[in-house]
């Protein structure tokens, strides 16, 4: 894409529409529904205090998601949601981390069985 | 000579083991990222002689900051070095990530558990001999604040080797199964069916890591929130955290501002060096260097005259600067120690966000209140150069340092409550304007906000006092001397009547723009060299009635958004390169006359 082109095109169907603007992206943000599986959550869907399991990063987070591995952030690691507010704060073991709410939402989680 | 390297994940310890095995001080605090260099130091163990190296925190072995590259080539310029890993007992799973990618560099690894205390308190369990056995390494479980285990990493380090980490050794052993049940109960993610379910795709590291935790680490009590973990939320709470802040800033306030500006700066100054050292050296001075001839005179006036050594540097550095900077550094200890820092880096990220950093960058701000020359160069912990620059800038012209916050508090004193609150609103002020339009001019990107949080800790008095001692120590020897030089620089300027001259010069600039008497010009000029003593010129001013009020707050204004000093400008230009220094210097010096004249245009036209 061009740096005023702002058009997005399918490379193999030719399919091409224009790049959503930023108050309608904005918008969109409020009616946003998670596109996540059977029993998985987006962190950001929890209450703060619940404790789930670690499934992954949504697609397009993986260099998040190898940020969030050193802090024993792995799949089937526990975590606990502390609070939502300032910032999310999640615990993993013995390791208390602060996320923005958009590391939050990509990180999908599973409510324990 | 034989190396040994400490590394390990942020804030485990690493530093006061060095100190420990060396006998060396080094600065320890409880945040991520105190140690941003490395620090080399000697150890003896039956008569060889080892250097050990400190290196900064790193998760993994991957140069994604600045002080993660000191680390990760460190490592890779010792290849023959011992490297001792220090580990976080109650975090063993992210200490074995990074021993995996060691075993992976082919490193002979001797692994250190540290807190084991504080791992005991939350109720875990390491069998330190099974995971020794397992990775074919030596592991040491210590207490190192306490000693405890410090010889032991001495004597183990000959016996250090490459870790094994073999995927398919551990097969569920039964006879642990039962400790797995009671993990469930804790931190519990050791559960076998989440073992099996990571065999089909996971990394064979992340399966091996978890099997050898199945097999050494248990978890024997429930975890219960401590007072101290309690602390900890409430500091983040979004109205309970906003109340400790402002706790925690009126007190600095009482303690610096009030107490250590106020009671302190009036006995030293008043009682002892008016009162007694003053008068003391003059009569000294007169006594022994007559006034009739002039190479004496000279001579007398170096010491005790208008620019004397003792009766304005030393005075003002000791009796002015000194007690505020202690108080300070005093009270700036237990915070660092306390690990509420980071607490205040999530409370803020989001006004950081407006201004193209993220909440870390609280840190190095919140430093250079302390000394900006020492911050320049903790933005090593921030991500990208955008944000690295910005925090630089911003230090480099709304952070007080200590030393110049003790003067101005005393300013302060001779102006109104309003006009005070006005400094202090504008330099905030400025901090976001100037934030916020440098993250909208310059290009580049603002990393994630993954910020790791320590656990709030009972600050030991030791430490605060060998850090406060270590920190004055720096002051004496870094202040001083260019406070003295500062007034040398003024004595031969005013001999040789240029002082007046150069008045003159600065005329159109001090007292038209700034509507500032002349003379201030000097307090500029002295402001070249650190802003602080320039400010302590005004001061003098100030008391002296030469300045009105309405002066006093334009003086005020200009000198603070000033350079901090000569050796910030040179970190500056180390960390960021000349260029950048020479631009963020010429923006600095532009910047702070242009925002004094306004100040004295809009004072006038409000009728201050």
Known sequence: MGKFCKLIKCPSCQYEFPEPSHPLRWLAKWFHKPMTGAGALELTQLTAGETVEFVGMAHGAERRGRALAVYGMTPGARLTLQQKRPAYLVRVGETELALDADIARQIIVRRAP | ?608
Not at chain 2, 194 to 211: F, H, K, S, W, Y
Not at chain 2, 339 to 359: D, E, H, I, K, S
């Open chain 2, 1 to 608: 000579m034989n190396t040994i390297i400490l590394v390990g994940n942020p804030n485990v310890g690493k530093s006061v083991l060095f100190s420990k095995l060396t006998g060396k001080f080094v600065v320890i605090s409880n945040y991520p990222g105190t140690t941003v260099e490395i620090t080399r130091g000697e150890m003896s163990l039956d008569g060889e002689k080892f250097t050990v190296i400190d290196s900064p925190g790193v998760n993994e072995l991957a140069a994604r900051t600045e002080d993660a590259r000191v680390t990760c080539d460190v490592v890779r310029d010792h290849p023959d070095a011992v490297i001792v890993q220090v580990a976080d007992a109650k975090n063993l799973r992210r200490a074995l990530l990074l021993t995996h990618q060691l075993a992976t560099l082919q490193r002979r690894v001797v692994l250190v558990l540290n807190m084991m205390d504080e791992l005991d308190a939350c109720g875990g369990h390491i069998d330190a001999r099974k995971l020794s056995e397992l990775l074919g390494i030596p592991v040491v479980p210590t207490i190192a604040t306490a000693n405890t285990g410090v010889h032991l990493v001495q004597k183990s380090v000959g016996t250090a080797s490459v870790p094994r980490f073999d995927v398919r050794r551990g097969s569920p052993d039964p006879a642990v199964a039962p400790d797995r049940q009671v993990s469930d109960g804790g931190t519990g993610d050791l559960r076998s069916e989440e073992v099996r379910g990571l065999e089909t795709g996971a990394q064979p590291g992340l399966l091996a890591i978890n099997d050898l935790l199945g097999q050494t680490y248990t978890h024997v009590r429930p975890r219960r929130a401590t007072f101290a973990q309690n602390l900890g939320w409430w500091a983040m709470h979004p109205v309970k955290g906003l109340a400790m802040g402002a706790v925690a800033l009126l007190f600095t306030f009482w303690f610096v501002g009030m107490f250590g500006a106020g009671t302190c700066v009036n006995f030293l100054e008043k009682t002892v060096f008016d009162g007694y050292i003053s008068p003391a050296a003059t009569r000294v001075a007169d006594a022994l260097l007559p006034m009739d001839q002039p190479v004496t005179r000279f001579i007398h006036d170096f010491f005790v005259g208008d620019y004397g050594l003792i009766t304005m540097a030393l005075s003002y550095g000791f009796a002015i600067v000194l007690p505020i900077v202690l108080t300070f550094f005093l009270l700036f200890g237990v915070l660092e120690d306390s690990g509420y820092l980071p607490r205040l880096a999530v409370m803020v990220n989001r006004v950081f966000r407006a201004m193209g950093l993220n909440g870390k960058a609280v840190l190095p701000i919140v430093l250079g209140l302390g000394c900006d020359t020492m911050a320049t160069m903790t933005t090593r912990i921030l991500e990208t150069r955008k944000e690295r620059v910005i925090t630089t800038l911003l230090l480099a012209l709304a952070v007080p340092c200590s030393a110049q916050l003790g003067v101005l508090l005393a300013m302060m004193a001779s102006v109104s409550a309003a006009a005070a609150a006005f400094w202090f609103l504008l330099m905030v002020g400025v901090t976001f304007l100037i934030g916020w339009l440098a993250a909208k001019l310059y290009q580049g990107d603002t990393s994630d906000f993954i910020l790791e949080l320590p656990p709030m800790r009972r600050p030991l008095l030791g430490n605060v006092t060998m850090k406060t001692l270590a920190r004055l120590e720096w002051y004496l020897k870094e202040v001083i001397p260019l406070f003295v030089l500062g007034t040398a620089v003024l004595f031969v300027l005013d001999k040789l009547r240029l002082l007046d001259k150069l008045a003159r010069l600065g005329e159109p600039l001090v007292k038209g723009w700034l509507g500032l008497p002349p003379e201030t010009a000097q307090a500029f000029l002295v402001g070249f060299l650190r802003r602080d003593y320039g400010a302590v010129f005004l001061l003098d001013a100030a008391k002296d009635g030469r300045l009105s009020p309405h002066n006093v707050l334009v003086a005020m204004v200009t000198i603070t958004l000033f350079m901090p000093c000569i050796a910030t400008l040179f970190m500056i230009a180390r960390e960021l390169g000349k260029k950048t220094a020479a631009w963020i210097t010429l923006f600095v010096f532009v910047f702070a006359f242009l925002v004094g004249g306004i100040v004295d245009k809009a004072a006038h036209w409000m009728g201050f």
